[in-house]
């Protein structure tokens, strides 16, 4: 390790400690006294390049002549256990309809993994016969689609095809997650849950979606629409991006977007998620979840439990594996 990698090291301890000592002087003493908040990342990625057939996603780009890095549960579990993480919901990775089995079998040997967001697409001929067979298996919570794999959600917004599918989603009382936030997709979205109302929806990494001055009056209005929504849940993820092409790691470079977001959806409908290891190719898990965690606990417990586990029990009734991991009461 070199001293500009020694440098950084120290910097990011530093800013982590210095973190944590302001979350420490915010509380009072019968919050600094309650037990930590169990966390449920709900958006990770598991794939592994190193497969005979290799990985249509193999994470951020590695440094030149380092090979890609499998991303397994146990590599998760021994970072983000430290970090007060109980359990996780793979969001899917690949759009080769093996892989659905694939990760679920992998999700099923680690008790950490309480959920799996696959990838069907629900205006095909076949989708029912999948969605049958892979919801049989109780780690299968839903499917994401969006603006990913050469697809486009906007134009299947009205396809009848593809809605009737989302229709027998909804009935199998399981969600649709979206894949890269454009103010274009939040429209789409407010038609498709216009169509398919049963149909519980998550907006993924809302945080990082930047509007262009010519965008804002329609993104505004988007949101207030969707806001009206009670089945459409947003994660709060990807909170550290890019801006104008610098990447921060202060809280600060971000609160009006959260205060924003939290404005328009509340208490009840906001999720956390890493975005483990694509988060890698902006700054180390360990300040994903320092930003996170300054940010929201300093509001009152009950708002951060909501935003750190309960919400995404309302989102994806995922299923508990592991003692450590809570369950709502009553």
């Known amino acids: 390790m070199n001293r500009i990698e020694l440098g ?71 970072l983000a256990v430290p970090l007060g993480v109980v359990g996780a919901i793979h969001v899917e990775a690949s759009p080769w309809i093996e892989d659905n089995l694939w990760v679920l079998e992998v999700a099923q040997r680690d008790p950490i993994m309480v959920g799996v967001i696959g990838n069907l697409e629900p205006d095909k001929p076949e989708f029912p016969e999948y969605l049958e067979r892979y919801h ?46 454009r103010v274009p997709l939040l429209e789409a979205m407010i038609r498709i849950s216009d169509a398919v109302p049963t149909l519980r929806i998550v907006l993924d990494h809302l945080p990082s979606l930047d509007p262009v001055d010519a965008d804002r009056s329609a993104y505004d209005a988007a949101l207030k629409e969707i806001g009206k929504r009670p089945q459409i849940y947003v994660k709060l993820s990807e909170i550290i991006h890019r801006v104008n092409g610098e990447v921060s790691i202060e809280l600060n470079t971000y609160r009006a977007r959260l205060d924003l977001l939290m404005g328009v959806f509340g208490d009840d409908r906001i999720l956390f998620g890493s975005d483990w290891p694509n988060s890698d190719g902006v700054a180390p898990v360990e300040q994903i979840f320092t930003v996170a965690k300054e940010y929201f606990l300093a509001k009152p417990r009950p708002i951060a439990e909501k935003y750190f586990w309960k919400n995404s029990v309302a989102a994806y009734k995922w299923i508990t594996r592991d003692p450590s991991q809570p369950t709502l009461r009553g």
């Open 8 to 78: 950084r090291l120290s910097r990011r301890a530093f800013l982590t400690s210095v973190a944590a000592a302001t979350l420490a002087a915010t509380r009072s003493p019968a919050e600094a006294q309650a037990p930590a908040i169990p966390i449920i990342d709900s958006h990770i990625h598991l794939f592994d390049p190193t497969r005979p057939q290799g990985a249509p996603y193999s994470g951020p780009q590695p440094a030149p002549g380092a090979a890609p890095i499998p991303a397994y549960p146990e590599r998760y579990r021994t």
């Open 136 to 181: 049989k298996n109780p780690l299968f919570r839903g499917i994401r689609y969006g603006n990913l794999w050469g697809r486009d959600i906007t134009k299947q917004a009205t396809n009848p095809n593809f809605l009737g599918g989302l229709k027998l989603l909804a009935e199998a009382d399981l969600v649709l997650d979206t894949a890269n936030p």
